[in-house]
């Protein structure tokens, strides 16, 4: 199984960036995919969810309103959107995949994608 994290880059605050995390060996639509940041010198934090029955998601509430989770079955692939981005959002993402409902907490998540970089800055 390897997830695949890509999509971060440096933006201006207010902007946005789509985050795309990318499975192979196996079928994202069975499983939970959150994402989860780690800004330097902070412990990871779980930031979004979507779990694999009807879609359901569940997000920090430092990100309501300006993230939004969702997938692409055909691809395989599931997307962290990020509007209105603030420097504070600035740190490595992480997608990681479990069995069972949606969670933020990061210990129960099995597999984990390599992370990549937002900074945000004017």
């Known amino acids: 199984v390897q997830l695949q994290a890509s999509g971060g880059g440096l933006v201006q605050p207010g902007g946005s960036l789509r985050l795309s995390c990318a499975a192979s060996?196996?079928?994202?639509?069975?499983?939970?995919v959150g994402w989860f940041r780690q800004a330097p010198g902070q412990e990871r934090e779980g930031v979004s969810c979507?779990?694999?029955?009807?879609?359901?998601?569940i997000k920090v509430d430092s990100v309501k309103g300006r993230f939004t989770t969702f997938r692409d079955i055909t691809k395989n692939t599931v997307y962290l959107q990020m509007n209105k981005l603030r420097p504070k959002d600035t740190a490595v993402y992480y997608c990681?995949?479990?069995?069972?409902?949606?969670?933020?907490?990061?210990?129960?998540?099995?597999?984990w994608g390599q992370g990549t970089l937002v900074t945000v800055s004017s």
């Open positions: 990681a995949t479990m069995s069972g409902s949606c969670s933020l907490i990061s210990t129960r998540y099995r597999f």
């Open positions: 060996g196996i079928s994202l639509d069975y499983y939970a």
């Open positions: 979507i779990g694999s029955a009807h879609n359901n998601s």
